[in-house]
């Protein structure tokens, strides 16, 4: 399968503030609903250490992952992408 290119065009400073809409909004969330990122682990298999990395933006994380974790909160996942 060939490599895709990497797009310089997108600036990472603003891939990152995107990302961080989603990473706000499942970290608020997961707090009002008084869940732990130790229950989350418990629920998906994600590492606690990646949760934590990621509510700080210091990981990335796929769409496949935002479905999982949206469920895991019971809130559909256009809540967690709302700016």
Same mark, same amino acid.
């Given at each position: 399968?060939?490599?895709?290119?990497?797009?310089?065009?997108?600036?990472?400073? &603003? $891939?990152? +503030?995107? +990302?961080? @809409? !989603?990473?706000?909004? !499942?970290?608020? $969330? +997961?707090? &009002? *609903?008084? $869940?732990?990122?130790?229950? @989350?682990? *418990? +629920? #998906?298999? !994600? *590492?606690?250490?990646? =949760?934590?990395?990621?509510? #700080?933006?210091?990981?990335? =994380?796929? $769409?496949?992952?935002? =479905? @999982?974790?949206?469920? #895991?909160?019971?809130?559909?996942?256009?809540?967690?992408?709302?700016?």
């Amino acid at each position: 399968m060939p490599r895709r290119k990497r797009d310089d065009s997108y600036p990472p400073d &603003e $891939i990152l +503030r995107e +990302r961080m @809409i !989603f990473v706000n909004n !499942f970290r608020t $969330i +997961r707090k &009002e *609903a008084k $869940i732990t990122q130790k229950e @989350i682990k *418990a +629920r #998906t298999g !994600f *590492a606690q250490s990646w =949760i934590s990395e990621l509510e #700080t933006g210091k990981s990335t =994380i796929n $769409i496949d992952n935002m =479905i @999982i974790l949206a469920h #895991t909160l019971q809130t559909p996942l256009w809540k967690l992408l709302r700016p």
